[in-house]
């Protein structure tokens, strides 16, 4: 579903921020990418969603490349779940749920923010299963809480009903109770639709809670790829602290096929 070959990145500045990372994420996996800050994982993720060019290698979904002229069309069937939350915190959550639908509208529409009634009753509809109350809809996004923004948030990102969901950090600025309850809300929802989520955590706990498959990343590199069962304290120690599996192949390597191995 979501393919990366041979993506490198190097930033204007010099940074190195992905190093020659090829994966392969079926139709409805839940993949964490774990990893210390500064590991590259919010390079990769906004690879997808053409945020970030790569310098080098392509991003494909469903084997469609992400290029400039695919990019309009394969964004509606993206979706992504900010750290920040990313609202507009002086319009209403309503209005927020709503602008999920903006990669599929003319911008004229966008502008006139005319939306249907099966539009907005949908909105409703992800708002309630998000956990938020229609006495929620009117209020300024700004005005809740951290948890509840990130509820906003979610809702937006599924108006379009995405094959893939990128979610870089969602739970960063959470307690671990809403943060569970958030991971949980992104999963079911991706479930639901057979969506595949990349997901970067720093929490150990909850990649391995969370994730049918943890990619672990440090320095650019992808240094584990395996389940959670897989992730020993050992390897995770590795990935935080140590040095041990620097110039090394991957702990568990994810199979490549023949041709992208020999395109690397
Ligand atoms: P992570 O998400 O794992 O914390 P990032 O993907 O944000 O890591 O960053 C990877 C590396 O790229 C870091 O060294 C970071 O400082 C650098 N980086 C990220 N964005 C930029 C940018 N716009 N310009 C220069 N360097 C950047």
Known sequence: MIRFDCISKVWPDGTQALRDISLHVPRGQ??????????????LLRAVNG????SSGTVSIDGVALTTASERALRKRIAMIHQHFNLTNRMTVAANVLAGLLPAVTTLRALSGWFSPEQRARACRLLDQVGLSPAHLQ??????????QQRV???????????????????????PKISRDI??????????RNASVLCSLHQIDLAREFGDRIIGMRDGKVVFDGTPAELSDQRVEALYQGAQWEDQEPANPAPMPDQLAAAC
């Open 183 to 192: 991971l949980s809300l992104i999963r079911d929802a991706a479930r639901e």
């Open 30 to 43: 839940f993949c964490v990418i774990l990893g210390p800050s500064g590991a590259g994982k919010s390079t």
């Open 153 to 175: 948030g979610i809702a937006r990102a599924f108006m379009l009903d995405p094959e893939v969901v990128l979610a870089d950090e969602p739970v960063a600025s959470l307690d």
């Open 51 to 54: 945020l970030m060019q790569p």
């Open 139 to 148: 209020r300024r996004a700004g005005d809740l809480s951290g948890g509840q």
